[in-house]
């Protein structure tokens, strides 16, 4: 069964997404932010195909980075964690969507996407302005901005929300990338250094 969970990670992904999909759509009636959380719950899907399979090749990238050849079983499996996030990031902020604390951790990881995405380009030297994902991660940065922008025309949040509501995602993305580079064989604290190396090459 574990075997199967790793192999299959982001196909049960999938359907596990799809299915909260799918039951959104037969409610009667949602909020603004619901609407905006069910189309950030399925560009979350077509972010990690994009950005593992169609094209592919973000993790590819990644591993040439920490100069580690990653073998398919562990691609696999290290969508496992992604997998449990992006649900978390889709489900708690649907049923939560009046709580705009709640609306910024999952506004702020569409802001990151973004920008991790595109910051990738000249990181890994890409040849297009392009990487594996970044399609996808900047329509969840425009979805990001249309969370923030209700809350700030609508009075709804305070000057907690904005700025706790980044600080817990930040800690749940810091997670994320610690458990991925664990699962891969690599201290999570010798991250930095290696992107400050890679961004320094000419």
């Given amino acids: 069964m574990a075997t199967f969970i790793k192999h299959y990670a982001l196909e049960i992904y999938t359907v596990l ?22 189309i950030d719950a399925f560009l ?7 950005e593992g399979h169609y094209p592919g090749g973000f993790i590819n990238l990644i591993s040439g980075l ?20 992006l649900l978390l990031l889709s489900i708690v902020p649907f049923i939560y969507h009046d709580v705009p604390l ?5 506004a702020t990881f569409g802001i990151i996407e973004g920008v991790v995405h595109t910051l990738g380009i000249r990181l890994f030297r890409m040849k297009h302005f392009y990487t ?4 996808t991660a900047w329509l969840e940065l425009v979805i990001s901005i249309l969370m923030i922008s209700y809350l700030v025309t609508n009075n709804l ?12 995602m930040f800690i749940c993305f810091a997670t994320l990338q610690k458990t991925m580079t664990l699962m891969v064989g690599i201290n999570y604290s010798d991250m930095p250094k290696m992107v400050k190396r890679q961004w320094n090459k000419k």
């Fill in 44 to 50: 979350f899907i077509l972010h990690e195909w994009e």
């Fill in 66 to 85: 920490i100069g580690i050849e990653v073998d398919e079983e562990t691609k696999r499996a290290s969508r496992i964690p992604a997998g449990i996030l």
């Fill in 132 to 135: 594996p994902g970044a399609v």
């Fill in 17 to 38: 997404a799809m299915s909260f999909i799918v039951c959104t759509a037969m409610m009667d009636e949602l909020s603004f932010v619901q609407k905006l959380v069910v």
């Fill in 157 to 168: 949040g305070q000057w907690y929300d904005y700025v706790f509501g980044p600080i817990i």
């Fill in 102 to 106: 709640v609306t910024m951790v999952v």
